[in-house]
């Protein structure tokens, strides 16, 4: 394993590009916003008090990249919980320890928040996927339900 070449840091707005092509290793499908519309979204994004996208390099190149959205509460005595979205690896860097590197900088900023909780979901179905989560400290503990407005995303 290699992530202490990894540099975390929270994403900017320089960063813009660089987040919209790891996401094509998401899903190359997916639809990208206009370049107008991505940076309405990601001003809007910075703004939210506590959340980060943070993005990963390598040799100043943007290897992977996680959301976390820090959501206010009402229970757990007022603290908030984190949910993390969107984890991502650029294919050309995965299994070298980085992706979970990066969930643990997100849990890590979670519980600077006073985050009572973390959370994250994925659609994968791949062992290796599930197993990774897993490895990264994250259990299937809970039993998510969605309702979508655009197609689950298709697993290679």
Not at 57 to 78: F, H, K, Q, Y
Not at 114 to 126: A, I, N, Q
Request: positive net charge.
């Amino acid at each position: 394993m290699d992530h202490h070449r990894l540099q975390i840091r929270p994403a900017e707005r320089g960063d813009l590009g660089a987040l919209l092509d790891l996401y094509r290793h998401l899903d190359p499908e997916d639809a990208r916003p206009t370049p107008g519309q991505a940076a309405a979204i990601l001003e809007r994004f910075l703004r939210y008090p506590g959340s980060v996208i943070l993005l990963g390099e390598v040799d100043g190149r943007p290897a992977c990249s996680c959301t976390l959205v820090v959501i206010p509460n009402l229970t757990r005595g007022g603290r908030p919980y984190g949910l993390i979205e969107n984890v991502v690896t650029d294919a050309t860097f995965r299994q070298r320890g980085y992706g979970r590197a990066l969930l643990d900088a997100a849990t890590d900023a979670a519980w600077r928040q006073d985050c009572y909780k973390v959370m994250l979901m994925t659609g994968s179905k791949t062992p290796a996927t599930l197993a990774f989560y897993a490895g990264a400290g994250f259990e299937p503990s809970k039993t998510g339900f969605q309702k979508r407005r655009l197609p689950v995303r298709k697993e290679p």
